[in-house]
């Protein structure tokens, strides 16, 4: 499943990134959400980029968390399509939430990317195995559970200081969205996780 989200994510970010009015029409845009009903824009956004770098990003971010998710879903939830299918669709929508309040009159303000996704992708990973070590710039290792506590932090701080053209918002509740995904689907699997860390 993790390939072929990748592979249609891919064809649609490559195909819009000459096709602009595609990027116009679906990306994000609370105001056109609000204000002339345009629903879709709350989903599209996820599958559209703005370039080779923010795709090629969370793609790889995708294929190597959404692999070992995948058999997390399969091992302790006993089917891993329809939940992995579920969680990256409602991340995407739950991570907008906020900034669909936020920027319900600012008519400039516009988003896109799965990065919202990819953040409850790698999040929920870190519920299933919250010390695995993970390499930070792909050089670092760094417990999972340390790395999300700092990712959160670092994406709040950032959020509030808008300095950047970074959907911070995005990535903080995509990530909460992710850790909580496999508890609402299986409360008792939160005892799980307690084992784990402790």
Known sequence: MTTLIIAITAIISITAF??????YRYQFNAYQILKR???YRIFTHGFLHANWNHLLVNMIVLFFFG??????FQYYLGTSTFYFIALYICSIIFSSLYDLKRYANDYN???LGASGATSAIVFATIFFDPWQLLYFFFVIPIPGIV???LYLAY???MSKKQID???????FYGALF??????????????LFLQKLF
């Not at 000459?18 to 990027?23: A, G, I, R, S, V």
């Not at 692999?67 to 997390?72: D, F, M, Q, S």
């Not at 053209?165 to 990535?171: A, T, Y």
Request: glycine share 8%.
């Open 178 to 191: 992710g850790f909580l995904f496999p508890i609402l689907v299986k409360p008792e699997l939160f005892s």
């Open 67 to 72: 692999k070992a998710l995948e058999n997390y």
């Open 37 to 39: 009903g345009q629903w």
């Open 18 to 23: 000459n096709k602009t009015e595609w990027l």
């Open 165 to 171: 053209n970074i959907g911070h918002n995005s990535h």
């Open 155 to 157: 994406s709040y701080y």
């Open 147 to 149: 790395f999300g506590v």
């Open 109 to 111: 303000y516009n988003a």
